[in-house]
């Protein structure tokens, strides 16, 4: 059996071969449109402004922003008081709706174009705690040319460094201090934007992946047709037995 999983991440493509016996399995990594997400030049509503994106009736987005507010910003906000955020993404659930009651938290729902909400912000943050796949959120941001926070699971399957393309934080206290980190280091914030943005352009533009994705299908094909009994390959083949 072969598969062909585009847009999921080499540990997902173990999953499948370890556990449900795919024998052949390539990993098409997800692509973004790096034209369409770039830098926009954009100057900060403030310079404490963050940003959330993604579909807010996923289980593992509201829990991530959830998470956020009620135990990573309380901390940020000890240190820098006027930080703001921004939620941004289609069906808020109840939840995620009434986080909008506490000052200085938006939540837009769906919005005409996220790239707006980028540019006006000085970081995105990821602080998932479960779910699979990889983060096409962090590589529109990275693209966008915004300094990205994450957890470990949110930035999983991304050849990414901590440090060099983005901060990673799995608690809320590190999360925290990532943030204002963020916030209070411009010169910081410049370098892995400017890092990310080359990251993503190298290597995962939608031409990188496409042409990935035509490699996998061609090898995928070619494997096929070795293993294919030869009285299956057609006409030619079935006369050729005859």
Known sequence: MSWIASGYSPEDAAVFRDRYGVERVSSVPTGVDTEFFRPSGAVSRAPASIVFTGSMDWMPNEDAVLFFCREVLPRVRQSEPDVTLSIV?????????????EAGIEVTGTV??????????????????????????????????KAVISTTIGAE???????????????????????????????????LEREARTLVTRHYDWSVAAGQLERSLIDAAVAHAATEPAFTRGPAAARTLS
């Open 89 to 101: 993404g289609r069906a808020p659930t109840p939840a995620v709706k009434r986080l909008a009651q």
């Open 112 to 145: 005409d174009d996220v790239r707006a909400y980028l540019g006006q912000a000085c970081a995105t943050i990821v602080p998932l705690r479960v779910g699979g796949g990889t983060r096409l959120k962090i590589f529109e941001a990275m693209a966008a040319g």
């Open 157 to 191: 399957g991304l050849p990414t460094e901590s440090g060099r393309h983005l901060l990673i934080a799995d608690d809320a206290e590190a999360f925290a201090a990532a943030v204002v980190r963020i916030v209070r280091e411009p010169e910081l914030r410049r370098r």
